[in-house]
T-cell receptor, first 110, second 116 residues
């Protein structure tokens, strides 16, 4: 199956710092999605991107759909303790198939 | 609340047994996906249904099967359970082509299966 390379695998940051994570693929995707998952719960959709070059914000979160359509990044500004969790990227191919990255585990130190 | 409902939330059973997990997609969504997430692992795609028909298969074991019914709810059947099948099983849904939400996947809260 398709592989999405997500990095970094984990991050430990101080409260108030900015965070950046990204996903790359060898395939061209129609859609990029970013999710946050808290322990024992389902992933929650944070941001959806539909066009190459698109830059979309959701509060302190900003994500971009790469120009080549093979990558995407997510930035979190001024991190707070409740940002702790695992962040997943996902790409959608034509035909409605979704593929997920391996996740970035974020720890925010107060 | 994503609008995707999964039952049961927790299930404990013994090796060799069979269980059924149930999923109701968001209202109007035609596609249902099943994912498995083992401890500290990513989301492994199992299978996708669209409007009652199997659309794509991922790393689904032969001991597992699924179906989507005319009312669009789906069931994932896991049989001859092994210890390694213990995991969170997620259902997700997305909209029909041409509708808003087509490119977005919404997850339920998952069913946690423990095999003893």
């Amino acid at each position: 199956g398709q592989q999405l390379n997500q990095s970094p695998q984990s991050m430990f940051i101080q409260e108030g710092e900015d965070v950046s994570m990204n996903c790359t693929s060898s395939s061209i995707f129609n859609t990029w999605l970013w999710y946050k998952q808290d322990p024992g719960e389902g992933p929650v959709l944070l941001i959806a991107l539909y066009k190459a070059g698109e830059l979309t914000s959701n509060g302190r979160l900003t994500a971009q759909f790469g120009i080549t359509r093979k990558d995407s990044f997510l930035n979190i500004s001024a991190s707070i303790p409740s940002d702790v969790g695992i962040y997943f990227c996902a790409g959608q191919l034509p035909g409605n198939q979704f593929y997920f990255g391996t996740g970035t585990s974020l720890t925010v130190i107060p | 609340d994503s609008g995707v409902t999964q039952t049961p939330k927790h299930l404990i059973t013994a090796t060799g047994q069979r269980v059924t997990l149930r999923c109701s997609p968001r209202s109007g969504d035609l596609s249902v996906y099943w994912y498995q997430q083992s401890l500290d692992q990513g989301l492994q795609f199992l299978i996708q249904y669209y409007n009652g028909e199997e659309r794509a298969k991922g790393n689904i074991l032969e001991r597992f099967s699924a179906q989507q019914f005319p009312d669009l709810h789906s069931e994932l059947n896991l049989s001859s359970l092994e210890l390694g099948d213990s995991a969170l099983y997620f259902c997700a849904s997305s909209g029909a082509p041409g509708t808003s939400g087509t490119g977005e996947l919404f997850f339920g809260e998952g069913s946690r299966l423990t095999v003893l």
